[in-house]
């Protein structure tokens, strides 16, 4: 599923790293966990760890749980509307993928010592965020395919390099998702290349249409550029991050050039150029002012993305209550034992 | 664990009374094998958490068995006296058979 560079969301987070007073013992500690880091050791939940680390963890990976919980909805739109039984029943197992996701990580952050109550609060307040890709409408069949292929092989792209994250529990969570992951993409590109190869004209211009909406959010799921991403620095010395996000938006654009070409569509970007002396693809500007936008959650879909969530919340309320109330009628006395 | 006390926690939410206990769950791969723990989950019975374990944990045939224990019954090893613990085992080496090196024609027993 999907993650976005999260160090992008830490510009108001504001720096509570290195200013606090701290005690000798908790020098000694900090040098003790550095060390650790330095030596490629993994942190386990109970462990000590720096305050900031953990900020920064929880907050990176209680937006990667939202994001892939908020990620049903786009696609949960078109399960009742997808063209055959075949691809229903996948993009049903795809959907239930996601919301499997989001549980492995609202798991690994609650070892960090907060409560999923809580984050679930953060995001129905708006105070915590999501990956900016949801937040864009799923018009036509062919986005389907197109989130598939463009947006699950741009999360794909990024979750790679979690797998060797620092905070053991969030990489053993990431282990398992990249290990689901890969069919979330061949699904899409499946799909696409079933309408370019046996559809209409008019299918084809679907799929066309749907990656000329899709490419430029794909593109920016990595992140602003390394210049403008400052917290980017920390997390590489903690491990938390392995990778930059230049560094893997180039890859993905790399990747994608050729899978294009097979499928029979042209990306929307016309400074998009192989550079021999580069090794690599050069690419056109990218708008950095929608993905801020967009962010801040002026986006075309934030309102009803969002008011979806704490509708199914509100709505689960008396579920979640009568639950319990049948567990305490049904477990008569055994605690007292 | 159902109630997170850490510092960074502020624990005056109301709400988090009603949250559903939280359950470790183990998974046997196959018929051989141990049983290996592989996350947890929240449900508010014993029936409920092995139901949304098989959802969450075995959607691919990972499993021929599931386990789920309430997280607050498990008794764990204090990280602090990990080294207290666990170090002594480190000069026993006369416990691993490679300590003892014994002439060629007879060093595969």
């Known amino acids: 599923m999907y993650t976005q560079a999260m160090d992008t969301m830490g510009k108001d987070a504001g720096d509570t790293g290195n200013k606090a007073l701290r005690s000798a013992e908790d020098m000694q500690r ?7 880091i330095d030596a490629g050791e993994f942190i386990e939940a109970k462990d000590w760890m720096p305050d900031h680390y953990r900020k920064t963890l929880l907050r990176q990976i209680s937006q990667h749980a939202h994001s ?98 620092s905070y053991a529990p969030y990489a053993r969570a990431m282990v398992r998702i990249c290990r689901e992951e890969s069919f979330h993409q061949r699904q899409g ?55 930059s996000n230049d560094t893997l938006r180039q890859k993905f654009i790399d990747a994608t050039v050729e899978q294009a070409r097979v499928l029979g569509v042209t990306l929307p970007d016309p400074d998009l150029q192989w550079n021999e002396e580069r090794q690599a693809h050069d690419y056109g500007a990218i708008d950095w002012s929608e993905f801020w936008r967009v962010i801040g959650g002026d986006g075309p879909c934030n309102e009803e993305r969002l008011g979806a969530r704490v509708k199914a919340w509100d709505d689960g309320a008396w579920v979640r209550e009568a639950a319990l109330a049948h567990a305490a009628k049904h477990t008569p006395a055994r605690a007292a034992a | 664990m159902t109630t997170p006390s850490s510092p960074s926690t502020p624990a005056a939410d109301p709400a988090m009374a009603t949250e559903w206990p939280l359950w470790e769950v183990f998974v046997r791969s196959k018929a051989g094998l141990d049983h290996k723990h592989c996350g947890s989950l929240h449900a508010a019975d014993p029936r409920m958490a092995i139901q949304l374990a098989r959802d969450v944990y075995t959607r691919r045939q990972e499993g021929t068995s599931v386990w789920v224990v309430r997280s607050d019954q498990i008794v764990a090893s204090d990280p602090g006296e990990k080294s207290m613990y666990f170090d002594p085992a480190q000069d026993k080496v006369y416990r691993h058979p490679t300590f003892y090196v014994l002439p060629e024609s007879v060093d595969h027993m």
């Not at chain 1, 795809?94 to 984050?119: C, N």
């Not at chain 1, 079933?194 to 490419?215: H, L, P, Y």
């Open chain 1, 30 to 36: 900090q040098e003790a966990f550095d060390a650790r």
């Open chain 1, 68 to 165: 892939e919980i908020v990620g049903m909805l786009p696609e949960g739109n078109w399960i009742s509307r997808a063209p055959t039984l075949k691809r229903k029943a996948i993009l049903l197992a795809k959907v239930q993928d996601e919301g499997g996701h989001g549980l492995y990580l609202y798991a690994a952050a609650e070892t960090l010592g907060t409560s999923r109550d809580q984050m679930l609060d953060a995001l129905h307040t708006g105070r915590a965020k999501y990956s900016s890709i949801f937040n864009y409408p799923t018009l036509t069949w062919a986005d389907m395919g197109t989130i598939g292929w463009l947006v699950d092989g741009a999360a794909i792209m990024n979750q790679v390099p979690i797998c060797r994250c």
């Open chain 1, 189 to 243: 590109y499946d799909a696409l290349l079933t309408m370019m190869q046996q559809g209409t004209d008019a299918q084809r211009a679907m799929v066309q249409d749907a990656i000329n909406r899709w490419w430029w959010p794909s593109i920016m799921m990595f992140g602003p550029p390394d210049d403008q991403s400052p917290n980017s620095a920390q997390s590489m010395r903690w491990g938390i991050k392995r990778v």
